[in-house]
Structure formats: structure tokens, C-alpha cells
């Protein structure tokens, strides 16, 4: 089993839209989630943290739910420079897994 | 913020030559790096672990021989793909982890495509 499993999409949403993404992870003794945003053909960089009380920042809310090993990127309000692939990533020890990235393209 | 820069960002190289990939930190002491190496619309594949002064851990299925892992101090790690072939021809990119932990923890550097011809 993966570690970390993620809908690869594609989600295309109209501007304006609210999307979600969701990610689970098999090692209950994770520690660290993070969501990602990798342009295409760029290095993927941080967008949030996932904190277990749930995190928001401006147009993105970031939520873990540990009894259920799963972590969720909502984005509200849909930009067209959103359009990227989103990679949520959990530490577990001093590894780093990644899921497959889910590919978002906002239309206009 | 911790910044990674990673050179060469493109390089081109003839079947059988081998390529050196660096990554520096460049505002932090870098004690762990991990490679990483990512396939047309794939996700990242941790390829080995660098820790500085010590052998790289290599992840099951990668060739200790052919990609060497050098991270002789706390701000430079290198990648060598030593006899390359075009099925190695791929993004690989880097990532280091800060010791306070940092911004989210660890932070990539930019990344290199590699073209083997």
C-alpha cells in the first residue's frame, strides 16, 4: 500500500469555483502534512501546513483528520493563476512521502 | 526564508558521459538532503537520503553505482549520474532540510532536466 494516496484528477473548475482536494495516508504515526503547489516544470513549493486544529490562509483552508488518516485542501473562489498540480506530503520519521499531485486548472 | 540553489537548472549530455547535479544552501547549514527525481506528470520519487559526513541512504531499486551522492559539508550536497543513458533522462531535484525545521520543514531547490542523448 502507498503511502500516501492522492486523486490525481484533473479538476477543471470555472473561476469563481470552490475545489477540494483530498489525501490519505497509511502510517498512523505520521507527524507532519503539508500541501504543495508545483507549476508545471518548477519545483513544487510550500503552500500550508496541515495542523490538526485545521489552518486557513486567505482563499485556502487546510484540514487533517488523524482518526481517519486523511488530509484536504479547499480552495475557494478559484483564481486562473491557481492552475498548478497540488501535492500533499507527509512526514513520517525522517521520511518525506508524496502523493501523485492532483492537477487543477481553473478555466475561464 | 532557506533558499536551495540547485545547478545546473538544464543540461544535455551524450549517452555514456556522466553529469554532475549541485545543491547548495545558501542562508543555512543543510545536515540532511534528499534527491528526488520526478517523471513527465508524475510525483516526486525519493531517490536517496544525504546526511553531511556520511554515505547517502539509497531507496530500494536505486543504483548506489550510478548515481553517486557526495554531501561532504553542511551546504553543499552533490548528484552524479555516472554513465548516463537517455532512460535517465529525467527532473531531479533536491531538497534540504533546515535544522530549526524551516518552512514546512524543507525546502527544494529549483530543480534539473536532464537530456540524455
Known amino acids: 500500500r502507498k503511502e500516501v494516496e492522492q486523486d490525481p484528477g484533473p479538476f477543471n473548475v470555472p473561476e469563481g469555483a470552490t475545489v477540494a482536494f483530498n489525501c490519505t495516508y497509511s502510517n498512523s504515526a505520521s507527524q507532519s502534512f503539508f500541501w504543495y503547489r508545483q507549476d508545471c516544470r518548477k519545483e513544487p513549493k510550500l503552500l500550508m501546513s496541515v495542523y490538526s486544529s485545521g489552518n486557513e490562509d486567505g482563499r485556502f483552508t487546510a484540514q487533517l483528520n488523524r482518526a481517519s488518516q486523511y488530509i484536504s485542501l479547499l480552495i475557494r473562489d478559484s483564481k486562473l493563476s491557481d492552475s498548478a498540480t497540488y501535492l500533499c506530503?507527509?512526514?513520517?520519521?525522517?521520511?518525506?512521502?508524496f502523493g501523485t499531485g492532483t492537477s487543477l486548472t481553473v478555466i475561464p | 526564508g532557506a533558499v536551495v540553489s540547485q545547478h545546473p537548472s538544464r543540461v544535455i549530455c551524450k549517452s555514456g558521459t556522466s553529469v554532475k547535479i549541485e545543491c547548495r544552501s545558501l542562508d543555512f547549514q543543510a545536515t540532511t538532503m534528499f534527491w528526488y527525481r520526478q517523471f513527465p506528470k508524475k510525483s516526486l520519487m525519493l531517490m536517496a537520503t544525504s546526511n553531511e559526513g556520511s554515505k547517502a541512504t539509497y531507496e530500494q531499486g536505486v543504483e548506489k553505482d550510478k548515481f553517486l551522492i557526495n554531501h561532504a559539508s553542511l551546504t553543499l550536497s552533490t548528484l552524479t549520474v555516472t554513465s548516463a543513458h537517455p532512460e535517465d533522462s529525467s527532473f531531479y531535484i533536491c531538497?534540504?532540510?533546515?535544522?530549526?525545521?524551516?518552512?514546512?520543514?524543507?525546502?527544494f531547490g529549483s530543480g534539473t532536466r536532464l537530456t540524455v542523448v
Open positions: 531538497s534540504a532540510r533546515t535544522r530549526a525545521g524551516g518552512q514546512g520543514g524543507y525546502t
Open positions: 506530503v507527509v512526514n513520517t520519521g525522517n521520511q518525506f512521502y
